[in-house]
């Protein structure tokens, strides 16, 4: 059974830091991997996915890596800012479906 | 424009009630999901549909129904609310089954049992 682990739960940085989220998965048998980012309130917004075959994707100050053989991904945000304040969830795709990981919640201070 | 849309985005309704909750997406995508999110922010699969086909029914009580009149709509009807349905429910949608497209979520149903 497929569980996803996201480090750490919680994250406070200030504002203009680099940082980086981790997910692991225990079934490296996946499809792809996709990182989400859910606003309070709010439903979840697809950020990046990063197909198996692949080892990074990147859409402007945001990049996901994928190391399918040992189970890891992390996604990178550069000069991070205040509207970056989000829960950030990492899913796999093994079969038909998603697994989630719990998130990641990041308050970026200013 | 809302591209996955759920009414309504809260119900609070009392044990034993029957509800339904529904979802449209306007993206032309042939598959759509129901997720549901525990307070521990988990989210997991309950079901979801292929060009109003049923591909994915996890282990769900059957009170819980989905239906799917058309591909654009994918509706859960709940029976006997219990206490332990307390929940976010997401409507979700993907523009195949196949997983390389990345799925399109809705604002969330906030479900509160009394």
């Known amino acids: 059974k497929q569980e996803v682990t996201q480090i750490p739960a919680a994250l406070s940085v200030p504002e203009g830091e680099n940082l980086v989220l981790n997910c692991s998965f225990t079934?490296?048998?996946?499809?792809?991997l996709q990182w989400f980012r859910q606003d309070p309130g709010k439903g979840l917004t697809s950020l990046l996915l990063?197909?198996?075959?692949?080892r990074e994707q990147t859409s402007g100050r945001l990049n996901a890596s994928l190391d399918k053989s040992s189970g890891r991904s992390t996604l990178y945000i550069a000069a991070s800012q205040p509207g970056d304040s989000a829960t950030y969830l990492c899913?796999?795709?093994?079969?038909?479906?998603?697994?989630f990981g719990a998130g990641t919640i990041l308050r970026v201070k200013s | 424009d809302t591209a996955v849309s759920q009414t309504p985005k809260y119900l609070v309704t009392q044990m034993g009630n029957d509800k339904s909750i529904k979802c449209e997406q306007n993206?032309?995508?042939?598959?759509m999901y129901w997720y549901k999110q525990d307070s521990k922010k988990f989210l997991k699969i309950m079901f979801s549909?292929?060009?109003?086909?049923?591909?994915i029914n996890e282990t769900v009580p059957n009170r819980f129904s989905p239906k799917s009149p058309d591909k654009a709509h994918l509706n859960l009807h709940i029976n006997s609310l219990e206490l332990g349905d307390s929940a976010v429910y997401f409507c979700?949608?993907?523009?195949?089954?196949?997983?390389?497209?990345?799925?399109?979520f809705g604002d969330g149903t906030r479900l509160s049992i009394l």
């Open positions: 990063i197909q198996s075959s692949q």
């Open positions: 079934d490296s048998a996946i499809y792809n």
């Open positions: 899913a796999v795709r093994g079969g038909n479906k998603l697994v």
């Open positions: 549909y292929n060009n109003k086909e049923l591909i």
């Open positions: 979700a949608s993907s523009q195949d089954g196949t997983g390389d497209q990345p799925q399109h």
């Open positions: 993206l032309g995508h042939d598959t």
